[in-house]
């Protein structure tokens, strides 16, 4: 069992920079890939970018490339996106997600979110 809780979320003019942290239980954490993902109101939640267990591998959306960086520090069970020239259109929830994949078995866990607002 993870329980993950985000933070960091608020209000930021266009143009600045917030982090969020995203902070697991669980002795397991090491093992999880984290994701983050966004809501905006009305539309879909959407992958933003993920991180291996290891920190040695990340994705990230079109979007967001060469703006956000995720990184994880295993002994602090934290995972960070920082993300930098936030854009009005990077309004969302953002919500942290743990996934373990064995064989046929997949874990996952979310996150309850936290509000980004950008305004222009």
């Known amino acids: 069992q993870v329980q993950l809780v985000e933070s960091g979320g608020g209000l930021v003019q266009a143009g600045g920079s917030l982090r969020l942290s995203c902070a697991a239980s669980?002795?397991?954490?090491?093992?999880?890939?984290i994701a983050w993902y966004r809501q905006a109101p009305g539309k879909e939640r959407e992958l933003v970018t993920n991180?291996?267990?290891?920190?040695?591998?990340?994705n990230y959306a079109d979007s967001v490339k060469g703006r956000f960086t995720i990184s994880r520090d295993n002994a602090k069970n934290t995972v960070y996106l920082q993300m930098n020239s936030l854009k009005p259109e990077d309004t969302a929830m953002y919500y942290c997600?743990?996934?373990?994949?064995?064989?046929?078995?997949?874990?996952?866990?979310w996150g309850q979110g936290t509000q980004v607002t950008v305004s222009s």
């Open positions: 997600n743990a996934a373990l994949t064995i064989g046929t078995f997949r874990w996952d866990y």
């Open positions: 669980g002795r397991t954490f090491s093992g999880y890939a």
């Open positions: 991180i291996t267990s290891t920190g040695g591998s990340t």
